[in-house]
């Protein structure tokens, strides 16, 4: 299986010698003043006979895979993929559907992907209709829609709205400013609303100053080579989560920095990486490094988990090091302000120096901002390739932005905003442990929105999809090389905007299809729910 664009993720391996296995989640409290950490039962082992059966999933379509390659070579059977046409003797410029895992596998399970929506990406949404009868090489449509339940979409507070105030005052911005000004920051595409905006973003992550950026993709991977490079004598290090997403993963590449991955969320493997970091220094020359960064997730949206950043900041103080947290999935999700996961664990913001997030979740636009102090966005203006060669965010977007952030904020004069962060926390809880009662693997943290449902075989994720939208239900599946290839899962995405009726309705049929598939891995007792 795969996935669209943005759920992609690249799984590094870890090279610096700490041991394997996983050390669990852990949740925080409050006690005797302190933040308390307690650990927790989050991931659950892959059973034997689950990993088999995967295994032999992916050697039987392996197999026949070559085998049906060998007949369309040699004309037995109609070649369906792509192919460039011309240019006899030379290299194609193009491969698309070449791959073998696209050619045997995904163009078979493409009615369960990209599936174009008509309608806002609320709690439920209307699914345009698509037919094929050449198993899923072409699409034709008859014109007819699907109304579903919604479980797919980031839409984490439920901005993402056609009415309200947020689509008005965005109305307002487009009537003052147009709908774009063709030109990248640095030359004449800063407008008085993307001032606006970079203070109010700021005031709400508690840092100095921010800057933001029109993709959310890029903040992360045009910014990260501003901020950390390879220098003439002296190299800097970069020691990343072997779980970041791949815009982190591509940044640091193109810093030129020196990587090292430590195990996810182990903070016994990034302190030994700390260590080594700082009593060996750089290969060879064992010259110190110049500066080290860490780079985390505040909420890891394949798995589910926070960062332990209460940990992570205390080690990056203990060895003088510098925290990058990305807060993509967590910002406006986490915390009883919407603040992310400073706010959720009780962190002051001035311990992390640059903190990251997109405003395509949470706040139901698209972007992103680096918050840090006035210095270091200072320097990211003027070395940022996001601001110097790309377009400026677009004026309606930035007001929905401001507009979300206001009414988060409690600036509007209402308590709309506590209301939707309220519902997301109660519903996350809620739906996470309806799950684990009903005898399925959940991976993450209770308190995380992004829900995955383990399922493990291909074959098994495919028909999860298919019996689910037969149900009225929009789910995402997720599999091999987005995830590992025994972790293959659904990954479910909750909202503000679900009712308690959506989501018992949702688990209803989850946990009928769940009996028919037979994916209820779980060894936990279940709970029966009257």
Known sequence: MVTGAGHARKHLSSKNGCAPGSNGLFSYGKKNGN????????????????????????????????????????????????KENGNEGFVPLYSDFESFYTRNMYTRVRDCFNRPICSVPGGEIDLLDRESEDWNWTFSYPGTKTRALNLASYNYLGFAENSGPCSEAAEQAVRRYGVAGCSPRNEYGTLAIHNELEGQVARFVGKPAAMVFGMGFATNSANIP????????????????????????????????????????????????????????QPRTHRAWKKILIIVEGVYSMEGSLSMLPEVVALKKKYKAYLYLDEAHSIGAMGPRGRGVTDYFGVDPNDVDIMMGTFTKSFGAAGGYIAASEEIINHIRGKSHSATYASFMSPPVAMQIIKSMKIIMGEDGTNRGTQRITALAENSRYFRQRLKDMGFIVYGHEASAVVPILLYLPAKCVAFSRELLKRNIAVVIVGFPATSIIEARARICLSASHSREMLDRALKAIDEVGDILKVKYSRRTPITHQ
């Open 35 to 82: 933040y308390v950490a307690e650990s927790r039962d989050e991931f659950e082992e892959t059973p034997f006979h689950a990993a088999v059966m995967t295994y032999l999933s992916y050697f039987f379509l392996i197999i026949f895979g070559y085998f049906r390659d060998f007949t369309r070579n040699h004309g037995l059977e109609k070649y369906k993929a792509v």
């Open 226 to 281: 501003a901020l950390v490079g390879k220098g003439d004598l002296i190299i800097n290090l970069i020691i990343s989560d072997e779980l970041n997403h791949t815009s982190l993963i591509l940044g640091a590449r193109l810093s030129g920095a020196k990587i090292k991955v430590f195990k996810h969320n182990d903070m016994k493997c990034l302190e030994k990486t700390l260590r080594e970091a700082v009593v060996q220094g």
